[in-house]
């Protein structure tokens, strides 16, 4: 794409956003009755299905059981139609595999799993439409759906994905910037102790522009934390006052 | 829930919380459910609504309710109530419905070995004579269990026991004592580990 620029002259970027804005966030927590928790979140134009079940008796080998607290399954898929040309095996591959353990690392940090010895609690997170940073709307909406379900956390957990541009850090990375040759870092963070649950990257990036990305990823994910609090803020509100009723 | 919508029109409105708030200090509230501890300070751990109640003289307890209940997970030294899936000379496969009064959305399973069946002359328990499949019993949880085996349940208890057992005819029996239980159908008398009623359960 030698035409394209990553980022203008006048800051503006592919999809007209300035370099430190995150992209127009959608959520619904709650669709499905059927599951203990669920969450829908679109961030521009990702979309990505959160489902929780749990915590219940461990299913399959008992032996993977841990004696003192929950254990976290989380599998991370793309449906076929997500990508511009039909993805040929949306679970089991490489990628999924490594999100998957990703997620699952993401969460452990985050969910009380002390209080539920013996037991597991599975998060499923299916993405619908994939625009770049799928690893970070996949946290948001798994934090949505494990809210949903009623599972104590310490903390939301927040992700944003940024990159490194002409000397500027862009946050929320979409498709056409992460294949553009931007050296992207992906960031979970507990946004009210500031603590890292993970952080990823496999770009190059020089040493010294390290400290710059990992400050703007975290001023996106604090971002992120208030747009999170204010649909679960809105939730709590239509459900009580559908009891009332 | 009924519970939560007459609390909300008898207080004023409850504050809401997500997960992370910071609550109160330690030295204000005593932490309850739904809540954690950090330094000092007590922040909340579910999304919900924050409820302080006076116990006593004490420090008031701090706890955080949703309308749903969450889920609850059998704990050492709870009644439970569990239905017989098979039995065994050496021990009894049950499905654990109830926690006490929460029904669970989703069944566990449990054993009741031979030898927690009853109290005295456990060695000449005969499982078959305690238990049949289909009954509902109430036990309680000794053990949550290792790699091997699930939770561990007894009913070496007068009140634990068998509470509703079909007979072989198909209607619903009738205890006459604690080892012995009749249909009302065929005036047949089959054994079980009949568990004693408390007096104020049973109709007048």
Known sequence: MAGLELLSDQGYRLDGRKATELRKFQARMGPFAQADGSAYLEQGNTKALAVVYGPHEMRGSRSRALHDRAVINCQYSMATFSTAERKRRPHGDRKSTEMSLHLKQTFEAAVMTQLYPRSQIDIYVKILQSDGGNYSVCVNAATLAVIDAGIPMRDYVCACTVGFVDETPLADLCYAEESGGVSSLALALLPRGGQIALLQMDARLHQDHLETLMEAAMTACKGVSKVLDEVVRQHLREASMLTRE | ?204
């Open chain 2, 1 to 204: 829930m009924g519970w939560l919508s007459s609390l909300l029109e008898n207080m004023s409105p409850m504050k809401l919380c997500v997960p992370g708030d910071k609550l109160c200090s330690v030295e204000d509230c005593i932490p309850g459910t739904g809540v954690y501890l950090r330094h000092g300070y007590i922040y909340s751990s579910l999304a919900g609504y924050v409820l302080r109640k006076n116990e006593g003289e004490e420090l008031p307890v701090i706890s955080v309710v949703r309308e749903t209940e969450a889920q609850l997970l059998p704990d050492v030294g709870a009644i439970v109530t569990c239905k017989v899936t098979s039995i065994n000379p050496r021990f009894a496969k049950v499905h654990i419905l109830y926690v006490g009064s929460t029904p669970l959305k989703d069944r566990f399973r449990g054993t009741i070995r031979k030898e927690d069946v009853r109290a005295t002359e456990k060695d000449k328990v005969e499982t078959y004579k305690s238990f049949r499949p289909g009954d509902i019993v109430l036990a309680k949880v000794i053990s949550l269990g290792d790699v091997q085996s699930n939770y561990l349940l007894t009913t070496a208890e007068n009140e634990l026991g068998v509470v509703v057992a079909h007979s072989e005819a198909g209607a619903q029996m009738v205890p006459i004592s604690w080892c012995e239980m009749q249909c009302p159908l065929t005036h047949a008398k089959e054994f079980r580990k009949v568990a004693r009623v408390q007096p104020e359960y049973l109709d007048a």
